[in-house]
T-cell receptor, first 112, second 113 residues
Framework: QKEVEQNSGPLSVPEGAIASLNCTYS??????FFWYRQYSGKSPELIMS????GDKEDGRFTAQLNKASQYVSLLIRDSQPSDSATYLC????????????FGTGTRLTIIP | DADVTQTPRNRITKTGKRIMLECSQT?????MYWYRQDPGLGLRLIYY???????NKGEISDGYSVSRQAQAKFSLSLESAIPNQTALYFC????????????FGSGTRLTVV
């Protein structure tokens, strides 16, 4: 079982709709969770972090964490063509030994 | 200037050659990392360093070595490059202030022919 799993996509969403990206993780003691956006050929860019159960909102982005279900998601409201990218979920599995484990990413395409 | 700078941006090298990829940062972070990214495999950790005197192997360290010359500099070497080391390489830094979320460099695209 992979430590961090994401649906590779591609996920196609009409412009203006809500894009929903999902991630599951295997280590129950994981402490912190991150979403990165990566444009083709570019470096990953941190867009959201979340540490507690529930929702965290930042502009058009909402991260949701459910530690009991070992599930973290990213919602993008009012999707724009510029949101087309690969989204990487990253998990810090061990408090005190902070090395992130990444999922393989979900490729998102916003259709104008 | 970028917070995390990688050089070179692109490099083509021949099988068997030694090559060094360099990373420097102005963020003042103690923790630095080297990852490689391959299509379908995601980001995989090669080496990491939590301070100048600390070097640790990641999940795919064979064929690689690193040097932490200073808090701000962390270099990755391929002792004898082989074609399956063709990949996109990223350096990253982190610290407690970001809850250890990474800041990535712009990457080095390495091709071994």
């Amino acid at each position: 079982q992979k430590e961090v799993e994401q649906n590779s996509g591609p996920l196609s969403v009409p412009e203006g709709a809500i894009a929903s990206l999902n991630c599951t993780y295997s280590d129950r003691v994981s402490q912190s969770f991150f979403w990165y956006r990566q444009y083709s050929g570019k470096s990953p860019e941190l867009i959201m972090s979340i540490y507690s159960n529930g929702d965290k909102e930042d502009g058009r982005f909402t991260a949701q964490l459910n530690k009991a279900s070992q599930y973290v998601s990213l919602l993008i409201r009012d999707s724009q063509p510029s949101d087309s990218a690969t989204y990487l979920c990253a998990v810090n599995p061990n408090f005190g030994n902070e090395k992130l484990t990444f999922g393989t990413g979900t490729r998102l395409t916003i259709i104008p | 200037d970028a917070d995390v700078t990688q050089t070179p941006r692109n490099r083509i090298t021949k099988t068997g050659k030694r090559i060094m990829l360099e990373c420097s940062q102005t963020k003042g972070h103690d923790r630095m990392y080297w990852y490689r990214q391959d299509p379908g495999l995601g980001l995989r950790l090669i080496y990491y360093s939590f301070d100048v005197k600390d070097i640790n192997k990641g999940e795919i360290s064979d064929g690689y070595s690193v040097s932490r010359q200073a808090q701000a500099k962390f270099s990755l070497s391929l002792e004898s490059a082989i074609p399956n080391q063709t990949a996109l390489y990223f350096c990253a830094t982190s610290d407690e202030g970001q809850n250890y979320g990474y800041t990535f460099g712009s990457g080095t695209r390495l091709t071994v022919v």
